[in-house]
């Protein structure tokens, strides 16, 4: 498996670019975005994942490792292979697509094209419980994560033990309880934990 590679941008292409390392030309399948950050003549790291075929070799390249482990992530969900999952990281940063996926955001992932409403569906189902914590947002209180509250204390909930139909509930009383201004997310997953206790 090729991980990573370092070398001079040969050339770039539409939708690849040319890596020469050790005297070899690697052509990298990337996207636009990765794309526009090299230049031919200039030393670029890319990170890389091989999708092996029977009849192929191919080198996907990101700007990141983060995007190559999201790109890996979402081939995992039916129907994703890897120009599905390029296009999806083409249409939306790495964010962008963590957050519609943990929050069942269909608008945002049926807008890759290729993905319809019942493949965004089917994304959200397989990967939101694997999708991994979202990132803190710009300028966001400590303990308080980018990403609807929702699926915030939902996801905090299920990692204590509660089933998701319990999370579910949770958040749904937890929801009514709120009026003007949200708080933040540690007080609301308190608050969720409080209402389960009483169920028990």
């Not at 969900?77 to 269909?106: E, K, Y």
């Not at 914590?133 to 204390?153: C, K, N, T």
Request: overall charge neutral; some cysteine.
């Amino acid at each position: 498996m090729i991980a990573s590679v370092r070398g001079v941008v040969a050339a770039i292409n539409p939708d690849s670019a040319v890596i020469e390392v050790g005297g070899v030309g690697l052509q990298v399948q990337c996207a636009p975005g990765t794309l526009a950050g090299l230049k031919a003549g200039v030393e670029a790291r890319l990170a890389t994942s091989m999708v092996v075929r029977e009849d192929s070799l191919t080198l996907y390249g990101f700007a990141d490792d983060d995007e190559k482990q999201l790109f890996e992530l979402l081939q995992t969900a039916s129907g994703v292979g890897p120009r599905l999952a390029q296009a999806a990281l083409a249409v939306h940063p790495p964010d962008t697509l963590r957050r519609a996926i943990a929050g069942a955001d269909l608008a945002t992932l049926t807008r890759v094209p290729g993905i319809g409403k019942k493949g965004a569906e089917k994304m959200v189902v397989e990967l939101r419980d694997r999708i991994g914590p979202l990132p803190l947002s710009d300028g966001a209180p400590a303990g308080m994560l980018r990403g609807d509250w929702q699926e915030q204390v939902r996801q905090g909930v299920l990692a204590l033990g509660w089933t998701v139909a319990q999370a579910d509930q949770a958040v749904a009383a937890v929801a009514e309880t709120i009026d003007g201004a949200v708080p933040p997310v540690p007080l609301l997953l308190r608050q969720a934990i409080r209402l389960l206790g009483k169920t028990r």
